[in-house]
T-cell receptor, first 110, second 119 residues
Framework: RKEVEQDPGPFNVPEGATVAFNCTYS??????FFWYRQDCRKEPKLLMS?????NEDGRFTAQLNRASQYISLLIRDSKLSDSATYLC???????????WGAGTKLIIKP | SQTIHQWPATLVQPVGSPLSLECTVE??????LYWYRQAAGRGLQLLFY??????ISSEVPQNLSASRPQDRQFILSSKKLLLSDSGFYLC??????????????????FGPGTRLLVL
């Protein structure tokens, strides 16, 4: 079983719709969680951290479910510019290494 | 603010040739530094990480090596490239463990990457 698993997609979503994807992790000692966005042929960029209580940044909402060991990302009112690959990342308290999911590809269609 | 530079942006090399990719970080001291490779359509593979000058940990046995001659300089090298070395090479930095005061300082920030094609 992979340490961090994501549905690779692609998710084809019409503009303006709401889309959500999950990411599961296997290490129950994981302490920090992040979503990164990667545009085609570009470097990954931090989208948002995921806090235990859930957090929101504009149209983006991230949530953590420790009991079931997954994190989610919700995008409301999707824009064409949201098309990208979304990478789920997990970090344990004692280890400075990040464990990366392979990413979920999102395509927003007009 | 911190910035991270990588060069070159694109590189085409013949099989068997040497490789040297450079990464430098500005605006921070004693960062953790990382080299990743991303094959086309795949996830990130951690190759090396460094917590200080001269300290290199390798994650994957291969014909690549890394060096950290200065605090904010990280170099990826190979003596003889293989076809399988083609990919997108990314350098990243993060705050040193113990110095991070919030989760944003725990995470990693990437340079623009070098796209390597070995022919």
């Amino acid at each position: 079983r992979k340490e961090v698993e994501q549905d690779p997609g692609p998710f084809n979503v019409p503009e303006g719709a709401t889309v959500a994807f999950n990411c599961t992790y296997s290490n129950s000692a994981s302490q920090s969680f992040f979503w990164y966005r990667q545009d085609c042929r570009k470097e990954p960029k931090l989208l948002m951290s995921v806090y235990s209580s859930g957090n929101e940044d504009g149209r983006f909402t991230a949530q953590l479910n420790r009991a079931s060991q997954y994190i989610s990302l919700l995008i409301r009112d999707s824009k064409l510019s949201d098309s990208a690959t979304y990478l789920c990342v997990v970090k344990s308290r004692s280890n400075y290494q990040l464990i990366w999911g392979a990413g979920t590809k999102l395509i927003i269609k007009p | 603010s911190q910035t991270i530079h990588q060069w070159p942006a694109t590189l085409v090399q013949p099989v068997g040739s040497p490789l040297s990719l450079e990464c430098t970080v500005e605006g921070t001291s004693n960062p953790n530094l990382y080299w990743y490779r991303q094959a086309a359509g795949r996830g990130l593979q951690l190759l090396f990480y460094s917590v200080g000058i001269g300290q290199i940990s390798s994650e994957v046995p291969q014909n690549l090596s890394a060096s950290r001659p200065q605090d904010r300089q990280f170099i990826l090298s190979s003596k003889k490239l293989l076809l399988s070395d083609s990919g997108f090479y990314l350098c990243a930095w993060s705050s040193a463990v113990g110095l991070a005061t919030n989760t944003y300082q725990e995470t990693q920030y990437f340079g623009p990457g070098t796209r390597l094609l070995v022919l």
